[in-house]
């Protein structure tokens, strides 16, 4: 792969207003005939792409060949296996905080493009990171809008100088994944102008973009693919883009309206456009000057950034991914956050190191990643595991324990942590977890399409299934794909009890689910997804706003002992039920287990049928069985951990979250029992380091106590393991920093749980109550205390900052600071430049520029930056009646190492 591989043309920067370009879009436009036009503008459901558009081979048009993104390539061809290089995360690159890793990043992504016979990326997104559950906040830059913003523009400038479009994504206020095709957004118009429309400005401001996507959701009442205001005004006229807007996939919703809009392309088929589009132009619905306009912009890039006749086979080697490595790990070193490090406990000292132990289901390999469009197929892969091994030698035992079972989709459903697979035991005492019949009908009818071992009674398939998406644990099984959309399944075998006690079960279900303990139904229960919940036997049903509960039957006697309570419960403290957003809440099954046996164990079977008129291809099997036991009780997996951790001189343990497109997380927490797993293992070794991974952020307070040392990690691409092992080492001095706030709790956010006005959302409408005070903007006007605040990470040395000076110049505000490294060793510092607006209801802050610094020991720098009064990023500006206004008055600037570490503290006058 060669770095230098650019368009053949000048007009990478230049094409939007060159006079030549628009020449050669009325010379081909004038010989297209109406069917070529009509194909031009209509996506081909293609399964090598996904999003794809056909050739006009009659007017010389390439097809265009669309890569999912934003962290690498998704490749559905057999090019190089399917595989590419997978980038850290772009929230990972956010954290960065450094803008030349953002060119390197697009660079990669450009040339991967390009070899790989595409011509049209499908990023990078720029949706702000609202809600702290969102799915898809692994894919964007976090909470802010100029962090968001000048990421973007970086990988866009570098991705485009290499011939291949890019699509800026998701026009607009795309922040959540519940009800994402539909969810109607309410937000103010000021609320829009500063926080969600302001990256798309900033980056169309600074590169020409070739493409936005148009968003699913709506957006006050007005799908976004037929938004006027938004596609047209705002986009268009406002913002000044001269490219064209494509659809999300299946997120155009008429023909007509959406063409009069501003919507350039569906994607994909031709549901509303092809012959339908067709139709209306003939019947004068859209007026053939529509259809011209919508041509001419797709055509303006594919001119301007040399798409035609160009030759697109593909021709990716292993040896070009061999060569992305180094910026792979470049990213992930810098973008990993040490945001604890009592003692210091961290850099580890590898000279005293004789035996280390390394723990998580996933620290063997590199499956932690987000899942949906934007998973891609590793080309290299460097584990936690194997990254420690590499760089400790031989003389180092290493030792891996597994820890927990594999986290999968099935921890996107609400509920108590699921049954670990070691208090199963199969049916012929083979081994741990139970045997798994499953039917590719919801019935049980004929023999079943596949057996196999399941570690728990974890399902979510649909969307999760589909070939490419999932981010499961790669010891969780596979499924086949005839199991996607329907299915049926039993599990058989038995559940060991340890101890007497009072046990609550909670099963999460969409479908129909039955269990039997000891031969008794002791739950007979049906959820369809229409807001009741139906079954059998004495305990209640309630509405499925709140858990279903259920009782054993205390009318006879049960080897299982006698109902645990006399009347059904609901959610109490006691009961810690994470409440689902996307997903059915949990029926909850109290019962009075014995040992019965000992080891033996109570025989255990569950039918279950996904049979709701919900389910289908999207929305597949949803259950998974969880429970709260009379007292903390460790998994084989866990005390296996402990043992090994006992005698180590050095833990490292990985815990991850899912995350993925299509749904929403229930809680901030590590799902699976990886709290348990934590506090278990940093009881047995004080000198253990947690490395968490997630793309949004995590709750701590329930494990850290006792943990000396935490890095977050995020989703940390292709070459974790070795960018992790040189940062425990001190081979590297960690630099990044929080692009997002780490509130302390699912409730001591901004958004309220119980408050579903403002998340998910009620009767279809998710209301931006909260204004622009969004992330550190709210929890700085409201006066909440986050774990960890945006801007925030701890380094191995400290610097000093002194000397502000704030002068107003004609171009703005320039302000001057010196930052000394005042430690022993040399590292990296993000100054970050805050500015308090003298603007009624803004926010105390807001971030408008940053400058990365490496500094020797003893070594300062004199930062200069200037805030510019008429830069597109609109650092002085606020959305007041109609209209930007530009503050006046005395101005606060703020500098320091986080949004709430401020260090100087000084005025000027506007």
């Known amino acids: 792969m060669d770095f230098d591989m650019q368009s053949n043309s000048d007009n990478a920067s230049d094409w939007p207003h060159s006079a030549d370009v628009a020449n050669r879009v009325r010379e081909i436009l004038g010989k297209m005939t109406l069917d070529d036009k009509i194909e031009l503008v209509t996506g081909d459901l293609n399964h090598n792409h996904g ?35 997978a980038m850290p995360a772009p929230i990972a690159l956010a954290a960065s905080w450094n803008l030349n890793l953002a060119t390197r990043y697009g660079e990669v992504l450009g040339a991967e493009c390009r070899l790989t016979g595409h011509n049209v990326f499908l990023g990078p997104a720029v949706d702000i990171a609202r809600a702290p559950l969102s799915g898809r906040i692994f894919e964007s830059s976090g909470e802010d809008p100029l962090l968001n913003g000048r990421m973007a523009a970086a990988q866009v400038d570098a991705i485009q100088k290499r011939g291949v479009l890019c699509s800026l994504k998701h026009f607009a206020c795309n922040n959540q994944e519940y009800l994402r095709a539909s969810i109607d957004v309410q937000a103010d118009e000021r609320t829009q102008r500063e926080l969600y429309l302001r990256p798309f400005e900033i980056v169309l401001g600074a590169v020409p973009v070739a493409s936005v996507m148009g968003a699913f959701n709506r957006v006050n009442g007005t799908y976004s693919c037929e938004h006027q205001w938004l596609l047209r005004t705002v986009l268009r006229e406002e913002m000044g883009f001269r490219g064209w807007v494509m659809s999300d996939y299946g997120a155009t919703h008429s023909t007509v309206p959406s063409a009069l809009a501003g919507l350039d392309q569906e994607q994909p088929a031709s549901v509303h456009y092809g012959a339908s589009l067709k139709m209306a132009v003939n ?8 259809l011209d306009a919508m041509c001419a912009r797709i055509l303006r890039t594919v ?6 006749g160009r030759d697109e086979s593909p021709r990716l080697t292993p040896a070009d991914t061999e060569s992305h490595r180094e910026h792979a790990q470049a990213v992930a070193e810098e973008g990993i956050v040490l945001l604890k490090n009592d003692g ?13 132990l390394v723990v998580g289901v996933d620290a063997d390999g590199v499956g932690a990643a987000g899942g949906g469009s934007g998973k891609v197929r590793p080309a290299h892969g460097v584990s936690l595991l194997d990254g420690l091994r590499h760089r400790l030698g031989p003389e180092v035992e290493v030792e891996y324990a597994q820890g927990c079972d594999p986290v999968s989709a099935a921890d996107l459903l609400a509920g108590e942590e699921s ?74 075998g038995r559940l060991l009890v340890p101890v007497d006690g ?41 509405d499925i706003g709140l858990p279903a509960v259920f009782e054993a039957d205390t009318d006879s006697p049960s080897k299982v002992g006698a109902a645990a309570a006399s009347s059904p419960i609901g959610l109490s403290e006691d009961i810690d039920i994470a409440g689902g957003v996307s997903g059915p ?34 929305t597949g099997a949803q259950l998974r069985l969880g429970w709260r036991p009379p007292t903390q009780l460790l998994s084989h997996h866990i005390r296996h951990a402990v043992e090994l951790a006992a005698r180590a001189d050095l833990v490292v343990v990985a815990a991850r979250a899912y995350e993925s497109e299509h749904t929403d997380r229930p809680s901030t927490r590590l799902p699976n029992n990886q709290r348990a797993l934590i506090r278990a293992v940093a009881a047995a070794n004080a000198c253990t380091v947690v490395v968490t991974m997630s793309g949004g952020p995590l709750e701590t307070i329930s494990w850290e106590n006792g943990v000396p040392a935490l890095l977050h990690a995020w989703y940390a691409g292709q070459e974790q393991g070795a960018a992790l092992a040189r940062i425990i080492f001190g081979d590297v001095c960690p630099s990044g920093r929080l692009p997002i706030t780490f509130p302390l709790g699912d409730h001591d956010g901004l958004f309220d749980p119980q408050i579903r006005r403002h998340y998910p959302g009620v009767d279809g409408r998710v209301h931006y109550d909260e204004g ?15 774990r960890f605040e945006f801007g925030f990470g701890l380094s191995y040395t400290k610097f000093e900052y002194s000397e502000l000076s704030t002068e107003r110049v004609a171009e703005g505000i320039a302000v001057r600071f010196t930052v000394k490294n005042i430690g022993e060793r040399a590292g990296q510092e993000v100054a970050q430049l805050y500015l308090s607006l003298p603007v009624e209801g803004e926010p105390p802050k807001r971030l408008v520029d940053w400058s990365k610094v490496r500094l020797e020991a003893g070594e300062a720098a004199d930062i200069r930056l200037l805030v510019r009064c008429d830069s597109h990023e609109r650092p002085l500006e606020a959305w007041r009646n109609g209209v930007w206004r530009r503050a006046s008055g005395t101005v606060g600037v703020l500098v320091g190492a986080s949004s709430r570490d401020v260090r100087l503290r000084g005025a000027v006058a506007l």
């Open 51 to 85: 999003f794809y558009s056909a050739a006009v081979d009659s007017a010389g048009i390439p097809a265009l060949a669309m890569a999912d993104g934003p962290p690498g390539l998704r490749l559905n061809m057999g090019i190089n296996d399917g595989k590419a290089t």
């Open 283 to 290: 019947q004068g619905d859209v007026p053939v000057e529509t």
């Open 303 to 308: 001119i301007g950034l040399d798409l035609i």
């Open 344 to 356: 210091p406990m961290l850099p580890i000292d590898a000279g005293r190191l004789r035996r280390v």
């Open 419 to 492: 049954i670990p697979s070691t208090f199963f035991r199969q049916p012929d005492d083979s081994g741990y977890g139970l045997r798994a019949e499953f039917w590719a009908n919801p019935d049980h009818l004929g023999d079943p399409h596949t057996t196999l071992t399941m570690p728990q009674v974890a399902l979510n398939l649909g969307f999760f299934n589909f070939p490419g998406c999932s981010a499961a644990s790669p010891k969780y099984p596979t499924f086949a794909n005839e199991l996607t959309p329907q299915t049926s399944s039993r599990f058989t």
């Open 502 to 542: 009072h046990y609550h079960l909670t099963v999460t279900v969409l479908g129909t689910v039955r269990i039997w303990l000891d031969g008794e139904l002791v739950l007979d229960f049906r959820y369809h997804g229409n807001g009741v919940a139906s079954g059998g036997g004495s305990g209640g049903f309630g």
């Open 585 to 618: 809440d949990p029926a909850v099954v109290p019962l009075a287990l014995a040992l019965c046996g000992g080891a033996q164990g109570h025989d255990l079977r569950i039918e279950y049928a996904a049979d709701s008129p919900a389910q289908g291809w999207l």
């Open 772 to 786: 622009v005070e969004v992330g550190y903007r709210g929890f700085d006007a409201r006066q909440l205390q986050p």
